[in-house]
């Protein structure tokens, strides 16, 4: 609907001498329609507004009016909208402190308006009662930014504090949206947000949320903000609370001594031993709106109540004299708005170890709202609670005897308890302990004087058991004839400013502490890079002094590697030139032995708050371990990655977990056939290239990998792509970083098997064909013996003893020759016999002793049992071990043998005197064709097939044999059999 339509359906142009009354009445009138644009604003309108006709009409009412806009009135009007019943309604003008006296009609298509100005309030119930002083101070006092908006986001009224930060006045933002103030607009983001939190409200929901703003141009604030919907009666929003808490400090306490400073929210000042003030923060030198230079010295007094100078002066005077804390209360004049607020001023002074004061640090603190708690206490209950609900502080309502009446739902959320059991005195069992007694004693007082309360204390958050800093604070409310009537305070979490405050006092004391202490060579700088501090660490390192450092810009160049130094200077230069951060690797020479050690330098600049740069902290921390560790590493990685690509040995690595490989090196692959592919698609796993009868092998290398971390190398097969098979041999190693993963190590071993089995090949043919010509020998020896004992002639028969004897040997050799072949091939034979041992070792020591008479031989022990085995073969067992034992004890007298027999086993052992055999070379003595060598590495006669043949005739008869030896001492080998069942079953 247009503009000219609208007036005609509410004022009928044609009705002339109507108009001409209308502009005779004595008020302000305005005629708007259901979206609250003007459509007829009288002269008197016009005059109170201060605004031309054109400019009201077809002009949103609250846009144009700001002067008469407030909650009162939007109330009203959304009542009369609602009822179509004429209301009335009278309130302060948050912009002309003037009472207006409103009366609101229903018209065709809209309302009329009818203001009264200078109209004291009535006495009759109002439909909308306010106490509107009180809304006021509360809008001013009780928050650092509270604004009443429209359920669409409209300004209805607002507190000072935003439009002293935009330096805006009130009738400039009144009946705009809130997201179109200067601080808001300023910032899109923030805009955005703000639009989004104020839909969210409206459809009934509070929101807090945290959001930068810019009041003005290079201005930031950070804030904590909430906004709370009010439900009428008829369960709709009438309108919404904003409040918003200053957090730009809080944000800000990670900086600097002096940043923390100028960020917390207090007035700071530092004064000399004799009282001469230095320093004062950016918010007090704000504040006063004085120059640093004019507040220092005795100038701050200028910005002291006149009346409270003397007082002050005094206090402070004392304090200087006597070294006792100061602390006064008193009024200071905003060099802004010319206002006095009231602050407790307190200094502390700082001494040295000697407890000589070096110097002050000071608070100014406001407790303008502690002073005025009378007049914020005596706003309405409603709307009291309303805001009560809203502010991000506790809240609590006492009597005069300290009995808690009401506590607001933050608090109860936040201690945990119901409203029945924190409405009595329990609220002091949340107090830390160490605050307990002082706390109560301290509430106590404030009853019994009737003195503000203020105190500091830990209080324990229910569900977490945590304890937080809060500020309590708590002001009396007295009647006409002073009595206390109640008591109204809060409790402000202060944790994280208690935190940074103990940072500050800190920070002092420990920078230098900590900076002799660590391991670093610490260093700090002026802005242009000359040197102001270094630790005793860089003094010792170098061989400089510190007035050697502040003598020059670049002293420490003799101590710079040359090779570095250009590098070095110019990063420096750029860094000073940049201001950002400086980091540098380079080689430092040690001032008392010239040793260039690496450092790794670094440089951090601290700004103030204008962004200047005020000083440099830096460290040089020594790396040359590490510098060391990362060449060794390079070096390493490099034979590492030498041995993976080489063409030798293949390497893969194996997943425990599904048993998949999933990396290959090449030399692996080629062995294999199989391609890149099948790795990256991991459709390789052990399983497929293990041949079924070899699986028990990887089985067992796997269960030693998990107990060692690394298996036994092993001489197996694998399945190649192709299908064939591939003699390996493999061994594997997993890390603990990763024990989820196997490194398997491939060497193909076709060409060593390839070699064996001819080996084996020729051991078997040539003793089958040794064998004959030898038989036919032993016979011609024999009957030569025969025709020459015929013949008498005796002379020939020692050679043909020796003959003979060597043929036996040759016999023996070729047997053993045959023995290996038939046991590689699986086809040695055994006979099933019953076997007398101890007559089977009679037989074979009788025999030996004749034949080696320079060994004694020792048989202790019977087994007095006979047992189901080849009689022949373990002959051959205990010949071969006695005869070893002879041959390896060359220089020794005996050999001896003992018996011992259990229920189930009998055991034999053979021991020599002689060289015995090295910790690492026993398990190798049972190999084929190993050979052991006495300690000056003389060969003994011998193939090294023996114990090898032994320790498988040994196995075949279901037996042990062990070896247990020391160098030097001799060695002894234990046989044991089995006697519960057929050995050769």
């Known amino acids: 609907m247009s503009n000219t339509k609208q007036t005609t359906c509410v004022i009928p142009a044609s009705c002339g001498a109507f108009l001409a009354l209308l502009e005779t009445l004595p008020g302000a009138l305005f005629v708007i329609d259901d979206a609250a644009t003007i459509v007829y604003a009288n002269v008197s309108a016009q005059a109170m507004t201060g605004t031309t006709r054109e400019e009201l009409h077809g002009n949103s009412f609250w846009r144009c009016a700001p002067q008469l806009v407030s909650t009162s009135l939007y109330q009203a009007v959304c009542k009369t909208k609602q009822t179509r019943a004429l209301t009335e309604v009278e309130y302060l003008s948050p912009v002309t402190q003037t009472w ?11 309302l009329m308006l009818q203001f009264h100005e200078g109209r004291a309030p009535t006495r009759r119930q109002e439909s909308f009662p306010q106490s509107e002083y009180l809304c006021a101070d509360i809008l001013e006092n009780i928050s650092d930014r509270l604004a009443i908006l429209t359920p669409d986001g409209m300004i209805l009224s ?15 933002v009144i009946g705009k949206p809130l997201a179109e103030t200067p601080w808001w607009s300023r910032s899109p983001a923030s805009q955005g947000q703000l639009r989004a939190t104020i839909a969210r409200v409206s459809r009934g929901e509070t929101v807090r949320f945290e959001a930068v703003i810019q009041p003005m141009k290079g201005v930031y604030r950070d ?24 957090i730009t400090a809080r944000k800000r306490a990670e900086a600097e001594i002096r940043a923390l400073i100028d960020a917390i ?9 004799d009282g001469y003030l230095t320093y004062h923060n950016q918010r007090l030198i704000e504040y006063w709106r004085m120059t640093h230079e004019q507040a220092e010295g005795v100038g701050w007094l200028a910005g002291v109540h006149p009346d409270e100078r003397p007082r002050v002066w005094e206090a402070w005077q004392t304090s200087i004299r006597t070294g006792e804390p100061y602390e006064v209360e008193h009024r200071m004049r905003d060099g802004t708005s010319g206002a006095d607020r009231w602050f407790l001023a307190r200094g502390v002074p700082q001494r040295n170890a000697q ?6 640090v000071g608070t100014c603190t406001d407790i303008e709202e502690q002073k005025q708690a009378e007049q914020k206490l005596k706003e309405s209950e409603e709307n009291w609670r309303v805001l009560a609900e809203t502010v991000p502080q506790l809240v609590w309502v006492a009597q005069p005897d300290g009995l808690i009446e009401y506590q607001n739902q933050r608090w109860r959320d936040y201690i945990g308890f119901s409203s029945e059991y924190a409405l009595a005195h329990e609220w002091s069992q949340s107090l830390h302990p160490d605050e307990y007694q002082h706390t109560l004693t301290v509430w106590h007082h404030a009853l019994e004087t009737g003195e503000p309360y203020e105190i500091e204390y830990r209080l324990k958050e229910g569900q977490t058991g945590a304890y937080r800093w809060f500020l309590a604070r708590g002001m009396p409310v007295r009647d006409e004839a002073g009595q206390i009537v109640k008591w109204f305070g809060t409790c402000t979490d ?27 060579l610490v260093w700090v700088a002026q802005p242009d890079g000359q040197h102001e501090y270094t630790n005793q660490h860089w003094c010792d390192y170098t061989g400089f002094t510190l007035e050697q450092l502040q003598s020059d810009r670049w002293p420490q160049l003799p101590f710079i590697h040359p090779d570095d130094r250009v590098g070095i200077r110019a990063r420096w230069q750029q860094a000073l030139d940049t201001g950002a951060m400086y980091e540098h690797e380079g080689r430092l020479r040690n001032g008392q032995t010239g040793e260039y050690r690496w450092f790794l330098t670094r440089g951090t600049p601290m700004r103030d708050e204008t962004g200047q740069i005020i000083k440099w902290f830096g460290t040089c921390t020594d790396i040359d371990e590490q510098k060391r560790i990362e060449e060794a590493l390079r070096q390493s990685q490099e034979r590492i990655r030498a041995l993976i690509n080489s063409n030798i040995i293949g390497i893969i690595s194996v997943e425990v977990e599904g048993e998949v490989i999933v990396e290959a090196n090449d030399a692996w692959l080629h062995m294999t056939g199989y391609s890149r592919e099948d790795v990256r698609n991991r459709t390789l796993r052990r399983g497929k290239i293990t041949p079924p009868k070899q699986a028990h092998l990887f089985e067992s290398s796997i269960q030693e990998i998990a107990t060692r971390g690394q298996h036994t190398p092993i001489e197996t097969e694998v399945v190649c792509q192709d299908g064939s098979r591939l003699p390996v041999l493999l061994g594997g190693v997993t890390f603990r970083e990763h024990p989820r993963q196997i490194i398997s190590f491939m060497l193909d071993n076709s060409a060593c098997k390839e070699l064996e089995q001819r080996k084996d090949d020729f051991i078997s043919m040539a003793s089958h064909e040794l064998k004959t010509p030898l038989t036919a020998l032993q016979l011609q020896t024999q009957l030569l013996a025969k025709r020459l004992a015929k013949q008498g002639i005796s002379n020939a028969a020692p050679a043909l003893s020796i003959m003979e004897m060597q043929g036996k040997q040759l016999e023996r050799l070729i047997e053993e020759l045959l023995d290996v072949s038939k046991i590689q091939a699986g086809r040695l034979e055994y006979v099933q016999e019953t076997v007398d041992l101890d007559a089977l070792l009679r037989e074979i020591t009788d025999t030996m002793q004749q034949t080696n008479p320079s060994h004694t031989l020792v048989v202790r022990g019977v087994v007095q049992t006979s047992l189901m085995a080849d009689r022949d073969r373990l002959g051959q067992v205990f010949t071969n071990l006695i005869s070893n034992a002879i041959k390896y004890s060359p220089e020794a007298q005996t050999v001896e043998i003992d018996l011992s027999v259990s229920p189930e086993t009998v055991t034999v052992s053979v021991r020599d005197h002689g060289l015995g055999i090295p910790r690492e070379l026993r398990d190798k003595v049972f190999e084929r064709f190993y050979r052991a060598t006495d300690p000056q590495k003389r060969s003994i006669p011998g193939l ?42």
């Open 494 to 520: 202060i944790d994280e400013q208690k935190r940074a405050e103990q940072r500050i006092k800190a920070s002092e004391e420990n920078l230098r502490v900590l900076a002799e202490t660590v391991p670093q």
């Open 223 to 246: 804030l904590d903000a909430v906004i709370t919907p009010h439900i009428g009666a008829d369960n709709h929003i009438e309108y919404l609370v904003y409040a918003g808490i200053d």
């Open 355 to 360: 407890g000589t004061i070096l110097h002050w």
């Open 265 to 273: 929210p207090h007035l700071v000042w530092t004064a000399r031993p």
């Open 100 to 110: 207006l006296h409103v009366q609101l009609s229903p018209t065709v298509g809209g």
């Open 158 to 172: 607002i507190n000072q504090r935003p439009l002293e930060d935009a330096q805006v006045r009130r009738e400039e």
């Open 944 to 985: 090294g097939m023996g114990l090898y043949i032994v320790a498988e005739i040994v196995k075949r008869h279901g037996g042990t044999i062990t070896v247990d030896s020391e160098v030097g001492r001799g060695s002894t080998f234990t046989v044991t059999l089995p006697l519960a069942r057929n050995a050769l079953a």
